[in-house]
């Protein structure tokens, strides 16, 4: 699946890489790199800490180097806030091992969003978010992103919606605690008062928005509106 993925985006081969094992100090990190919406917790990243304390780092991250002969990081970015909780806590000469891959800051944003997609670690939210980094930062049409993701055109521009909803409703969809179909059908169909009401009312006690109470809301709205819907949209896969 990776080497795949990285044949879609056209990326340098494993064999063009140089291992290292690095003081984390020593990196140079930008976190708006990072493949991911929301960073790890406090409690994931010393979770993932003690687990390379206990274990060892069963995975490198990757490197890229920078024309002053320093090395930057692309992929590995919580597995890096764990090396440097170990540093702080544990064992200040802890190193990160790593490998430097050779590439240009495009081919840079497609191994980190490669990687992850790779590791199955990414949300709806993660996926919209790193396509518009692709479109924005690598200049990739909504065709060579939706080829590349293996999904239509049309789910492209769906998923691209979410990140319409403010911040703390982004977290509960990449959470799972706001089913992507039900969020889908309410930013493409209603109002914002609307929408905010429907969600608090479909909201339960532990702060979960319920799919199908989302539905029948949404359902008696269009009804009492005479909303009339001239386009359906395709099923994300998302589960409620």
Request: proline share 4%; hydrophobic share 35%.
């Amino acid at each position: 699946m990776a080497n795949d993925l990285h044949k879609k985006f056209d990326l340098p081969s494993a064999s063009t890489v140089q291992s290292l094992a690095l003081d984390p100090r020593e990196i140079i990190v930008d976190f708006s790199r990072r493949g991911r919406k929301f960073p790890p917790t406090p409690l994931e990243i010393e979770t993932l800490a003690r687990k390379i304390i206990k274990y060892g780092q069963e995975e490198e991250v990757k490197y890229q180097k920078t024309p002053d002969k320093k090395v930057k990081l692309i992929f590995g970015f919580t597995r890096y806030e764990a090396a440097m909780w170990i540093i702080e806590h544990e064992n200040p000469n802890f190193k990160l091992r790593g490998h430097v891959v050779e590439c240009n800051d495009k081919e840079a944003i497609q191994h980190n969003i490669a990687e992850n997609r790779d590791r199955k670690q990414t949300s709806v939210i993660d996926d919209a978010f790193n396509q518009r980094r692709l479109r924005d930062e690598c200049n990739m049409s909504d065709a060579d992103i939706a080829a590349d993701y293996g999904k239509t055109v049309a789910w492209i521009t769906q998923i691209r919606d979410l990140l319409l909803y403010e911040e703390d409703m982004q977290l509960l969809i990449h959470q799972g605690k706001f089913p992507t179909s039900a969020a889908l059908k309410l930013i493409t169909k209603t109002p914002e008062d609307v929408r905010k009401r429907i969600i608090a009312e479909a909201t339960d006690g532990s702060g979960r928005v319920k799919g199908a109470k989302v539905d029948e809301l949404l359902r008696n709205w269009m009804i009492e509106t005479n909303y009339s819907e001239t386009e359906t949209t395709e099923e994300t896969g998302a589960e409620d």
